[in-house]
C-alpha cells in the first residue's frame, strides 16, 4: 500500500463508519478478519502468549493487543478517537411546524463549526436498544440515503449574514425531514433501517452524518477532504501501522476511544479506566503481580494521535511565528506549556528517532503564545496509565467542520510510523 492506495482505504473507511459506532464496528471487522480473538469485559480472560485480542467498550471504543512470545515488559500504544463534532437526535425529535413541515429537534455534540452543515445531504446513523426475546439488544443503524438538509434563510430575508452572524442551534440548526405527510414517521424508518420492529426500541443514540463523499483533489491530487477526518484519519493509518507491524518487540496496544470531542469524561473515554483495566487483565494473564504491572508501565510508551491545525493559507498570521505545520510535509508533533498536549522533551525525542527509522518527516505544532488552544487525549488517559507519552496527528484545515481537508501523503506517513513502532 502506498500513499494513493491508502488515501482511497482511508475514504472507504469514514465512508463506512458514519458514527463513532459503525468506526468501532469497522476496526472490529477488520481484526476478526486478520485473526483477532474477541474478549468480553464480561467473561474471564484466558489469553496467550503470541495471541492478538481485542476487546470493546459501548460499542463506541475498542482496544486491540498483540502479545510477543517473548517475556516483554513495555507497552506501546497508539491512541485515537473515534467520534466527531456533529449533532445529536433528542427525545421525541419530531417537530411539526405550522401543519406543513416535520423537522427534527437536534442538539449540539462537540465544538463544531455550524455553518458548513447548511444545505447539505444529511442522514441519520448510530444505534438503537431494542427488546428481543425478553432482552435488551443493540442494533446498529445507519440511514443509507438523502433524508435531511438544514436549510439556509435566503440572503433577501437576512441580509447582514455575511457580515457576521450568531447562529442559534435551537432555531437555525434543525433539519428539514419531510412535509406534513411525513408525521409520526421518523422512528418507523429508523426500525425499518435496523430490521426491528418499532415498537420494540426502547433507547437511541442517533446522530445526523454528512453524506457527501470523499475526494481526493489538488493541482497535483495532493489533498484528501471527507467528513471526519479528525480523528478518523489517525484511527485509520494507526490501525494499518498495528496490522502491518511485526509486534514482536512490544505488547503492542491499538486504543480508539470514545467522547474525546466533549472531553472524555465516560466510562468509554480517555478519562475512564477502560485502557487501565485492559492493561491490568493483560499483566495478569501473563502471571505477572502489580508492582511488575507499574514496572511495565514505567518502561512504555504512547502516542496520542488526534489531528493538527495545518497553517491555512488565507489566514496565515493565526499561526505561531515558527511553527507552522504544512500538509504533506509530515506528522506534526504538538507541544503546550501548561500540558493541554503532553509532549516533552524525553518524549519529542523518542518519537524523533522513531519517525526517522520509518522514513517518515516530522514537523512541530505550538499555538501562538496569545491564542488558547485545545486538548485531547494523551494528557487525560495518563490519568489512568501514566507513561511517556507524545501527541502528535497529521495537519489539517477545517478542523470540526462537517467536510475537512488535510493531505494524501500524510496518511502514508502516519502509517508507515505506527508500523515501526509496532515492530
Not at 480473538?37 to 459501548?58: I, M
Not at 507513561?387 to 506517513?413: C, R
Request: aromatic share 10%; hydrophobic share 40%; charged share 20%.
Amino acid at each position: 500500500m502506498m500513499d494513493y492506495e491508502a488515501a482511497a482505504d482511508l475514504l472507504d473507511f469514514i465512508e463506512k463508519s458514519p458514527t463513532a459506532f459503525q468506526a468501532v464496528e469497522e476496526v472490529r471487522q477488520r481484526l476478526l478478519w486478520e485473526g483477532f480473538t474477541e474478549l468480553s469485559e464480561k467473561e474471564r480472560w484466558e489469553l496467550r502468549r503470541g495471541g492478538n485480542y481485542f476487546v470493546t467498550r459501548n460499542h463506541s471504543a475498542l482496544i486491540a493487543f498483540s502479545i510477543p512470545e517473548a517475556d516483554i515488559y513495555q507497552f506501546h500504544i497508539i491512541a485515537s478517537h473515534s467520534d466527531s463534532p456533529t449533532f445529536k437526535i433528542k427525545e421525541n425529535p419530531e417537530m411539526l411546524v405550522e401543519n406543513a413541515y416535520v423537522k427534527l429537534n437536534v442538539e449540539k455534540y462537540g465544538g463544531m463549526l455550524l455553518a458548513p452543515w447548511f444545505d447539505r445531504p444529511l442522514s441519520v446513523a448510530g444505534r438503537v436498544i431494542v427488546r428481543e426475546n425478553g432482552t435488551l439488544k443493540e442494533k446498529l443503524v445507519c440511514v443509507d440515503r438523502d433524508l435531511l438538509v438544514i436549510p439556509n434563510l435566503a440572503i433577501h430575508m437576512n441580509r447582514e449574514v455575511n457580515s457576521g452572524y450568531s447562529y442559534n442551534i435551537q432555531k437555525d440548526l434543525l433539519p428539514l425531514y419531510g412535509g406534513v405527510e411525513a408525521k409520526d414517521s421518523f422512528f418507523g424508518l429508523i426500525a425499518k433501517a435496523a430490521g426491528v420492529n418499532q415498537e420494540d426500541i426502547l433507547g437511541h443514540d442517533l446522530f445526523l452524518y454528512n453524506r457527501d463523499k470523499g475526494s481526493v483533489w489538488g493541482a497535483q491530487s495532493e489533498f484528501v477532504s471527507a467528513p471526519r477526518l479528525d480523528d478518523l484519519q489517525c484511527a485509520f493509518a494507526s490501525l494499518c501501522g498495528f496490522l502491518n507491524g511485526q509486534r514482536k518487540e512490544s505488547i503492542a496496544v491499538y486504543c480508539v476511544l470514545d467522547n474525546e470531542e466533549v472531553g472524555s469524561s465516560t466510562k468509554q473515554g480517555a478519562a475512564s479506566t477502560f485502557l487501565k483495566d485492559t492493561l491490568l487483565r493483560l499483566n495478569g494473564s501473563l502471571g505477572r503481580s502489580y508492582e511488575e504491572y507499574l514496572m511495565t508501565l514505567a518502561g512504555s510508551f504512547m502516542i496520542s494521535a488526534d489531528n493538527a491545525h495545518a497553517m491555512h493559507p488565507n489566514y496565515v498570521e493565526k499561526a505561531d511565528p515558527v511553527n507552522r505545520p504544512v500538509i504533506n510535509q509530515g506528522i506534526v508533533i504538538k507541544y503546550n506549556a501548561n500540558q493541554k498536549y503532553c509532549t516533552d522533551g524525553v518524549s519529542a525525542a523518542y518519537f524523533k528517532q522513531l519517525c526517522e527509522k520509518a522514513e517518515a518527516p516530522y514537523q512541530t505544532f505550538v499555538n501562538r503564545s496569545d491564542v488558547a488552544g485545545g486538548s485531547t487525549l494523551g494528557n487525560i488517559s495518563n490519568t489512568q496509565a501514566a507513561m511517556n507519552t507524545v501527541d502528535i496527528g497529521l495537519p489539517q484545515l477545517s478542523m470540526h467542520s462537517a467536510f475537512e481537508t488535510a493531505g494524501v501523503k500524510d496518511t502514508w506517513y502516519l502509517l508507515k510510523a505506527a508500523e515501526e513502532f509496532y515492530c
